[in-house]
């Protein structure tokens, strides 16, 4: 089993900046990628951005240029910092791993609980 933990969310004024982390643990052999994902009320559930074992990166058109998505390997952890919060940044936001649990998987899909980023104008 993969279980996959997130802390940092929180309440922030508009320009203000908050630290998401995800920490993966269980049993597997890797980890292909991790990232984030967000939903929005009354909205679809939008990729924000990921990191893949070996650093490249992507991210949303909406938050180049003000989030920044960080991996540290040897602790299976992902984080993501958001520098100039805007309201529309408000939504649950989701960690996301794609993880090889055997040598022979090409990976599966493990998600977080959702931790909520509120941003006030």
């Known amino acids: 089993q993969v279980q996959l933990v997130e802390s940092g969310g929180g309440l922030v004024q508009a320009g203000g900046s908050l630290r998401l982390s995800c920490a993966a643990s269980?049993?597997?052999?890797?980890?292909?990628?991790m990232g984030w994902y967000r939903q929005a009320p009354g909205k679809q559930r939008e990729l924000v951005a990921y990191?893949?074992?070996?650093?490249?990166?992507n991210y949303a058109d909406s938050v180049k240029g003000r989030f920044t998505i960080s991996g540290d390997n040897a602790k299976s952890t992902v984080y993501l910092q958001m520098n100039s919060l805007e309201p529309e940044d408000t939504a649950v936001y989701y960690c996301f791993g794609n993880v090889r649990r055997h040598l022979i998987d090409k990976g599966y899909d493990y998600w977080g609980q959702g931790t909520q980023v509120t941003v006030s104008s």
């Open positions: 269980g049993t597997f052999v890797s980890i292909n990628r």
């Open positions: 990191i893949t074992s070996g650093g490249s990166t």
